[in-house]
């Protein structure tokens, strides 16, 4: 009897913890089957040819028909090198002390158009990336040839296997095959196809491309993830006018936000019409800095660049211009958005990072001392986009500076030739949009800060910074790197290679239905949509 | 009244070789090029592959070499190859003409529906309380941009029934109900303002009219007020209404950008205004076409209606 009662006792209480934990788990099984509608800012600016662009209006819509050979685990907000995850590539090795890269690759995979993808495929992509002499095919534009500067070459011994023989040891090659920008292409394919449809090995196959109007994906029923993607579709919806994009996101007209669009002010005001709405604030990776033309007087002086820098107040820039929605750090994404970001108390140390009523005397001692006074004032022109987030930005610039004394005009530079005017140097000083892709420092100091990178607008230089970067860029011990990172960092705001402004926080907004869609510390890498499922 | 046509096809003709000039030049003055756009994507410029795309997109060729190129094409019936998307002009342009001339239509239908009654009422009742209500509305039609009462009809429809008409072009033959919504919602918007400016002149050339020795006369003949107003003095006040009907809708056909863009139908306007940012020759240049031989066929026809409404019109030398 007692053992009956027992038992019952065992089955109501089962029950009880069933009801009470149990449900939300049963609720969260995916579901599938559905289409989401996302919203899509701009028409794609060259369809999906990733490797030609550095723009999340290509990456975000083009990512669900590609898959790269590792990629940043889909459901965890963090990138990290213990978050990447394989793709094509089911598993990897680092072997002679991280100078060969061997990669396995899954078998049984198929590009859309049926062609069985192979090694091949993935040398003849990295090949062409890093413009190696004997490479078959060439990239009309190739903004990110830099991240393969330490490949010597690629091997290829069978259709399932790739070596990537490095130069020197680099953990962090990892970070950039990660990426959002680095898919695998067919080899099979010309890559100027990829500017007008999608041959990928992806979950989603391209079923239109609409100009102007939509870009629509189906379910690809060959995908080499069994079970996977869960959705039937995805409708990227071109919607130009921001008024629009947030009326149809609070109609549900769409049901995910563009990334990197809505801010802080606009997040709560969908909030505040549409309750039941998930916001998502995240670190964009994209930061505010300044450029200064060092090939030029006067910010060939360092004392110049340094008091400019110690003019802006970056905390009440975030509020003016982000209205909160930003954060201060330095070279790499602060924490906890970043995972290399400084400690507050290393950060508050660097030149433009204290308090502005100690900051702006020692900007004007420092014009002072590279003899700028009232009586010989400092007048200089300051470029920017002209774009609001670029012109708000450099109106505040402008601002600061004139407490210092420095007169700056403003200069609006159109789309078409602002990256023309920042590459040349024809310019004195200008307010800087830049996005990384991964949270990485490879994929940024190589690109922004190196000597000859044609992304380091300000022409900065500097022998021992060199050395820092590639000592960190080999370094195998984590607890070394971040420190040596550290380092590189506070080395780069002393010097005012490009002062950091603040990092831009995005506030990702879905509809509560949509599921596994979740943002991480960069724009540019969570777009696969493999996971991602309708709860409706 | 064949060689009047054939004058004024000619003069067409010759206008339009002068606005193929203008716009190729004016476009290479622009600062920038389509390469540079591109650059401009990838965030960094590099002069040697730049001047490869140049070549690969023809260029690098003197001007006046490409224009030629763009003539001949025209008159092959070929159009050239989007710099942006890389397909024939004509398959970029094809589906934004049937949107962008639907919209235009169905506004100058609203802008007539609305305008010309309320102008004969306005004139017909002047100075009284009807009359003034329908200045102020008719002003406050002029007064109101109309992709401002785009929005405004938007945001009321979200916050109110949260709902928006569609966001992509929806076929008549694929559901004519949602078409009709679709197309419904921005017509209003832009013939509202178009129906002021008509509802004005029909009011002031109605009363012109209307002072007139024939139109007492009619009165003094005791015929009947709609006889008299619709008859006699209507069809001789109508003229310079169909002069403005016929510029509304040209001014439409390329005028339509913001509407376009705010309601996120994918028409002339809209595009156009991109391809211009993205200096895209030959998009750009076969639109600016289209809409000129739009402008200057409907001028033609608002004059070939002169002859009809009024048969004191004649044509020919």
Redesign the interface.
Known sequence: MSRRRATISFVVVSLALVIAFGTPAISQTPKAGGTLNITQREDLPQGFAIHETSTISTVWPAMPCLNNLVLFDPLKKTESLDTIIGELAEKWSWQDSYRNLVLFLRKGVKWHDGQPFTSKDVKYTFDMLREAPDAPAKLRINPRKDWYTNVQTIEAPDPHTVIFHLKRPQPSLLMMLASGYTPVYAAHVPPANYRTACIGTGPFKLKEWRKGEFVEFVKNPDYFVKGRPYLDGLKYIVIAERGTRTAALQSGAVDVAFPGETTKTAAEQLKKAVPELAVTPYSQNVNDNIIMNMKKPPFNNAKVRLAVSRAIDRRALVQAVHQGGAVVGASMAPKPHGFWGLLDRDLNALPGYGKPADEKPRAKQLLAEAGVTPQNPLKVELVTRAIAVYVDMASFVINELKQIGIEASLKQIETAQWHATATRGDYQIGANLTGIGPDDPDANYFENYACGSPRNYSFYCDEQVMKMIEQQSQELDPKKRFAQVAALQKKLEDDAARPLLDWKLDYFVHRPFVKNLIPHQSIYNFGRMQEVWRDK | MKSYVAQRLGIAILTLVGMSIVIFTLLRLA???IV???????????ES?KQ??LK?LGMDRPYWIQYLDWMRQILTGDLGKSY????PAWE?IR??VPVTIELAVLSIIVAVVLGVPTGVISAVRQDTTLDYVLRVLSLAGLSMPSFWLG?VI??G???WL???P????VKPTENFRAHAIQFALPALAVGYRSSALIMRITRSSLLEVMREDYIRTAWAKGQAERVVIWHHALKNAILPVVTVIGIEFAFLIGGLVVTE????L?GVA??LV?AI?W?DYPIVQNLVMFIAIVVILSNLFVDMLYGVLDPRVRYGG
């Open positions: 600062p920038g090029d540079d756009i591109l650059f401009s994507t990838a965030g960094y410029v590099n592959e490869a795309i690969e942006r998307y890389d397909v970029v589906p934004l929005m938007i945001l429809m979200v916050s949260g709902w928006i569609p966001l992509t072009y863009t705010v309601f996120n994918p809209r595009f991109q940012l200096r």
